[in-house]
């Protein structure tokens, strides 16, 4: 009688655990992964997966994947790998531009940033006069002439296959004049149309050419060193570089490594990027309602 007891227990057991199970799988049931391509160290990544210092709750159910490029991404969404990708509104842009029968650009910002140059903070001096350069390209308009240049280019999935704007503005060769003994080192990224990008061995966009006045300001040879970009503020901390110029995104965290110049663009903003027959997006019109399409796919 006891081990009739004992099986029966046992018995018991395994639909109890068996009954735990399937309870599970049906709350569960109707939820879906989402997969979101983004490039490494980026806002954008930072976005997806949430980020308590950067103050992103991430999306719901997503799952990065980081890329070493924005445009490997796009690749990856086009042959189905991916579903959605995440990236600045202009780098966003400027990618359906050349992918126009493919991808699209959900035109809803789903961050506020502010976009300034890394300053290596033992460099006060040069912090200074970069502050004072900033400031000035943008009351005469030298910075707004500079964005409407480069506001339709047309590359090819971040490879800068394209004509640049002008043929014969550019500014310098990959790593300039290394030896140059007033020289002012520029770590960037040049993956981001249309803020830096390269044709041949020549550096084009908008970062790339506030750069070159800078330089040109203080008089120093400019010279470039194009990296990953999870690599960009690294190398200003260590003094490898003098400043970062690649989009970088204002926060706290990274201010921690290097010290921010003035904006020099306001409003900068992520973005979602889906293929061209997605309409999941069609109705919504704030971040929330971005977000709250993520909530319920099932």
């Not at 330089?215 to 503020?233: G, K, P, Q, R």
């Amino acid at each position: 009688m006891k081990n009739v007891k004992k099986i029966l227990i046992a018995i018991m057991a395994v639909v109890l655990a068996v009954g735990c199970v399937c309870a599970f799988a049906a709350c569960n049931k109707g939820e879906k992964t989402i997969s979101i391509g983004a490039q490494a160290g980026t806002t954008g990544e930072a976005y997806i997966k949430g980020d308590a210092d950067w103050g992103f709750a991430g999306i719901p159910n997503g799952t990065v994947s980081s890329y070493q490029t924005i445009g490997l991404a796009v690749n990856d969404m086009k042959n189905g790998n991916i579903e959605y990708a995440v990236v600045d509104k202009a780098t966003a842009n400027t990618l359906v531009t050349a992918n126009p029968n493919d991808i699209k650009m959900i035109d809803i910002a789903l961050t506020v940033e502010q976009y300034a140059i890394g300053v290596n903070k033992n460099k006060t001096d040069l912090l200074a006069s970069i502050n004072t350069i900033i400031d000035n390209i943008k009351a005469n308009g030298t910075l707004d002439a500079i964005y409407a240049a480069y506001a339709d280019i047309d590359i090819s999935d971040d490879e800068a296959s394209a004509s640049a704007p002008n043929s014969d503005v550019y500014v310098g060769i990959e790593n300039g004049n290394a030896n140059a003994t007033n020289k002012l080192v520029l770590a960037t990224n040049a993956q981001f149309a249309p803020y830096e990008y390269k044709i041949g061995n020549k550096f084009y966009g908008i970062d790339m050419e506030i750069a070159k006045i800078i330089a040109a300001e203080l008089e120093m040879e400019l010279v470039i060193s194009d990296m990953d970009f999870d690599a960009v503020v690294t190398s200003v901390q260590q003094g490898d570089a003098d400043i970062a110029l690649a989009c970088l995104t204002v926060n706290a965290k990274r201010a921690q490594s290097v010290t921010f110049s003035h904006a020099y663009e306001e409003g900068a903003a992520q973005v979602l990027i889906v293929k061209k027959s997605n309409t999941e997006f069609d109705a919504c019109s704030t971040a929330d309602d971005v977000i709250n399409v993520f909530k319920n796919k099932k």
